[in-house]
């Protein structure tokens, strides 16, 4: 007879309905979940059972990060990605997944990594040589010759049948989704002729449909980094399953909203990840630092430039949801030590304007429909895996309470 570990807590979050439940009973057995019982009901508790009760505390299903980059290295600085060994960047990856992990990150998704570099991660991972959040992995992103991430080394195609080839070789390798490049972005300096700013698009219409088209036959689902203006029409007409960052950067640099696309998106189903707090640390400092009159002029510039930045990301967010577009959750964080910075994307995520119950859910039930594991993780009911987290406090009243946690289990293992 396998041994049981049964759960008490003042309330649970089952990552689906829209209030706490209270007074719940979790009964986790093999790895799954078992029994779920709520105010009323105890379960027949055996004399081996592990019987852990908690105070004023939450169950969450295990957090979710639905864009990372775990093994890009020490630095967020794309000079040094490009200059560090793929060993050192195995190595970041290994660190990056620990911390995240024992932050309640239980699932994260690779959304982008030099060479075979995740790949040797996520096989770690499963023969449970490092301790690690389940790994699903994008490994190199496909982009155009010169285009975003090009140092990622053989991913670059141009063309419908390079698009082709490239899919079909990313497959082979073993890839679990397909990360496509559809504009430039913040790597653009590194290629030998500048490459194409986030500004500019990348991939045209035709070449994503063909991408998503082959890579929805191998039973890929696929995501785009879309920052230009056009590249989230492309994107969303392509339909592509999960859009990125969705900046609606126009030539001049100003920040827009596209209407029609995002009405494509709500038709389609396709989800909207925004990946807020890419560039939050620093506005977080400067805004700190700006209440104590301590910022020189140039710092004030940058400071407005991320208020700017912000702000459109903000409202672009609330018009998301108000066309009714599926929200998921990702910190798109490079670097050693970056690794729990989802949480910081939730709380800019409530900020924006969301509740913290669909806040909740983007992290959970909302990130597993979209990569379509719904029948693993996200929420909490029997038959799925244990992947849990228990936090002090009430996180559907206060989001912050997601970063006091008290208890973090993965496939029925405790980690923390």
Request: hydrophobic share 35%; glycine share 10%; with cysteine.
């Amino acid at each position: 007879m396998l041994s049981r570990t049964v759960i008490k807590a003042r309330r649970l979050i089952d990552g689906v309905g829209e209030e706490s439940i209270e007074d719940p009973i979790l009964v986790v057995e093999g790895g799954l979940i078992r029994e779920v019982h709520t105010r009323g009901e105890e379960p027949q508790i055996r004399s081996d059972d592990e019987v852990i009760l908690l105070g004023d505390c939450t169950i969450l299903p295990g957090l979710i990060d639905s864009h990372i980059h775990m093994t890009l290295g020490t630095s967020e600085n794309y000079y040094e990605v490009v200059r560090e060994s793929d060993g050192i960047h195995l190595a970041a990856g290994i660190t990056n997944c620990r911390s995240a992990l024992r932050s309640g990150i239980t699932s994260i998704v690779d959304a982008g990594s030099r060479n075979l570099v995740a790949h040797d991660l996520r096989e770690a991972e499963k023969r449970g040589i490092i301790e690690a959040p389940n790994l699903i992995i994008a490994g190199r992103p496909l982009t155009i010759t010169g285009g975003h991430f090009w140092f990622c080394n053989d991913n670059e195609a141009d063309g419908i049948e390079q698009v082709l080839r490239r899919v079909r070789q990313f497959v082979k390798e073993g890839i679990d989704i397909l990360k496509l490049m559809a504009s430039g972005g913040g790597s653009a300096t590194q290629g030998s002729m500048g490459g194409p700013t986030a500004a500019m698009v990348a991939f045209s219409k035709e070449e994503l449909e063909t991408a998503v088209k082959e890579a929805h036959k191998f039973g890929r689902i696929t995501t785009a980094h879309c920052e230009a203006y056009e590249s989230v029409y492309n994107a969303a007409s392509a339909g592509v399953d999960v859009l990125a960052h969705c900046g609606f950067i126009r030539p001049d640099g100003e920040r827009s909203f596209d209407d029609e696309a995002v009405k494509l998106m709500a038709e389609k189903k396709l989800f909207y990840n925004p990946t807020l707090q890419t560039g939050s640390a620093r506005y977080d400092e400067l805004k700190t630092r700006n209440k104590m009159g301590s910022l020189s002029p140039k710092e004030k510039e940058a400071l407005e430039v991320l208020e700017y930045k912000f702000n459109r990301k903000y409202e672009n967010l609330r018009k998301m949801l108000a066309y009714g577009v599926e929200i998921v959750a990702g910190s798109d964080s490079t670097g050693l030590g970056k690794s729990t910075r989802l949480l910081r994307t939730l709380e800019m995520m409530h900020e924006s304007g969301m509740s913290p119950i669909q806040v909740i859910k983007s992290a959970t039930s909302n990130a597993a429909k979209a990569l379509k594991i719904e029948n693993k993780v996200g929420s909490i009911h029997e038959g799925l895996r244990a992947d849990l987290i228990v936090v002090e406090g009430d996180p559907a009243k206060e989001i912050s309470d997601l970063k006091k946690t008290k208890l973090v289990m993965k496939s029925g293992r405790i980690v923390k």
